[in-house]
């Protein structure tokens, strides 16, 4: 059964730093396309970053060059450093698997539970 | 950047309606196109991808149409466990991949 489980989640000042983890179970996320989206709670979803599994990696513009994707096969997890946190940035993180469909139907076919990440002072 | 929007932002409706909603991309964008369910305190779920694709699981009831610029997801019949909230995804231009405002779907 695949299962992706989010933690690190929490209060953060203004300008500080925070790492998410997404830990995999039922395939392995090396071999995988990888994603991070977000949601104000209450409000829509916002596509965050990806982790390809050749290890090339893509943001949204308002996290580059703040936020960095990456992953640790060893543990069968996804991370997401992110830092010069904002207020803007408060969010519930999920992470999710990328299904790479044929004729580029690619979609987001597992999904963790989401962590809370609050910004404020 | 693709925009996606979503109409209506909300509807209601009753047990066994046909509910329709719409997604418009802000350029062509082909049949690459997602809808997802999402229910309060939850993760989303796919039910459609490739505009009108079925995603392994999800009941016949939900079917998705559209290509180029204008989709909609029907659900043919209203079941209780279907009220939540439905966001369309444009898959064109990935990696990057804009979702739409979202739809909520409640009892009338």
């Known amino acids: 059964e695949v299962q992706l489980v989010e933690t690190g989640g929490g209060l953060i000042q203004p300008g500080g730093s925070l790492r998410l983890s997404c830990a995999a179970s039922g395939f392995t996320v090396s071999r995988s396309y990888m994603s991070w989206v977000r949601q104000v709670p209450g409000k829509g979803l916002e596509w965050v970053s990806v982790l390809y599994s050749d290890e090339n990696t893509h943001y949204a513009d308002s996290v580059k060059g703040r936020f960095t994707i990456s992953r640790d096969n060893s543990k069968n997890t996804l991370y997401l450093q992110m830092s010069s946190l904002r207020a803007e940035d408060t969010a519930v993180y999920f992470c999710?698997?990328?299904?790479?469909?044929?004729?580029?139907?690619?979609?987001?076919?597992?999904w963790g539970q989401g962590t809370l990440v609050t910004v404020s002072s | 950047d693709i925009q996606m929007t979503q109409s209506p932002s909300s509807v209601s409706a009753s047990i066994g309606d046909r509910v329709t909603i719409t997604c418009r991309a802000s350029q062509g964008i082909s049949s690459w196109l997602a809808w997802y369910q999402q229910k309060p305190g939850k993760a989303p779920k796919v039910l459609i991808y490739g505009a009108s694709r079925l995603q392994s699981g999800v009941p016949s009831r939900f079917s998705g149409s559209g290509s180029g610029t204008d989709f909609t997801l029907t659900i043919s019949s209203l079941q209780p466990e279907d009220f939540a909230t439905y966001y369309c995804q444009q898959t064109h231009s990935f990696p990057s991949l804009t979702f739409g405002g979202g739809t909520k779907v409640e009892i009338k």
């Open positions: 999710a698997r990328v299904n790479i469909g044929g004729f580029g139907y690619n979609c987001l076919d597992y």
